[in-house]
């Protein structure tokens, strides 16, 4: 079982409207939890950090489920410049590493 | 502040070449990271470093590949000698502190080995 899963996508949605996904962990023992960004061809950016009581950037929605392992992210009112690779990120899940885990990320393209 | 800064940006080389990239970290950040991405494997943590120190290297693919970092605003990836299937995007990414922290990364250095 991969550590960190995501669905690959594409996900190809109308501008306007709402997407959400998720991404799963492996290691119950994972305390910190992230979603990046990453453009094409650019850096991954840090988007927000996902608290286990949930958390909200203005569009964008982050949760966390401990229970089931999985956290989520929820774009509202999407734009054409929320296209991108979103990067599911866990802390270590290498026996207390602290260095993070990065899922290999879910595509999203808003259509106009 | 400049961010992470990485050189050079592109690198071609031939096989059995040595390589070595570059990064300096955010001034201030305790911790730093080297990352290497390809479209089958992902994003993966190769090395880290905290306080100038290796942590853990467990994911440096083999011998061939080294990191040092022998001060507080330098570090170097180096691959000695270079195979085709290390062409990928090399990453470098500092944060303040090791554990929680926002990483910051630099704009990789795109490696091509014919």
């Known amino acids: 079982r991969k550590e960190v899963e995501q669905d690959p996508g594409p996900f190809n949605v109308p501008e306007g409207a709402t997407v959400a996904f998720n991404c799963t962990y492996s290691n119950s023992a994972s305390q910190s939890f992230f979603w990046y960004r990453q453009d094409c061809r650019k850096e991954p950016k840090l988007l927000m950090s996902?608290?286990?009581s949930g958390n909200e950037d203005g569009r964008f929605t982050a949760q966390l489920n401990r229970a089931s392992q999985y956290i989520s992210l929820l774009i509202r009112d999407s734009k054409l410049s929320d296209s991108a690779t979103y990067l599911c990120?866990?802390?270590?899940?290498?026996?207390?590493?602290?260095?993070?885990?990065f899922g290999k990320g879910t595509h999203l393209i808003i259509q106009p | 502040d400049a961010g992470v800064i990485q050189s050079p940006r592109h690198e071609v080389t031939e096989m059995g070449q040595e390589v070595t990239l570059r990064c300096k970290p955010i001034?201030?950040?305790?911790?730093l990271f080297w990352y290497r991405q390809t479209m089958m494997r992902g994003l993966e943590l190769l090395i880290y470093f905290n306080n100038n120190v290796p942590i853990d290297d467990s994911g440096m693919p083999e011998d061939r590949f080294s990191a040092k970092m022998p001060n507080a605003s330098f570090s170097t990836l180096k691959i000695q000698p270079s195979e085709p299937r290390d062409s990928a995007v090399y990453f470098c990414?500092?944060?303040?502190?090791?554990?929680?922290?926002?990483?910051?990364f630099g704009p990789g250095t795109r490696l091509t080995v014919l």
């Open positions: 996902v608290y286990s």
């Open positions: 001034s201030g950040h305790n911790s």
């Open positions: 990120v866990v802390n270590g899940l290498g026996g207390g590493a602290d260095g993070l885990t």
């Open positions: 990414a500092s944060s303040l502190r090791l554990a929680g922290y926002e990483q910051f």
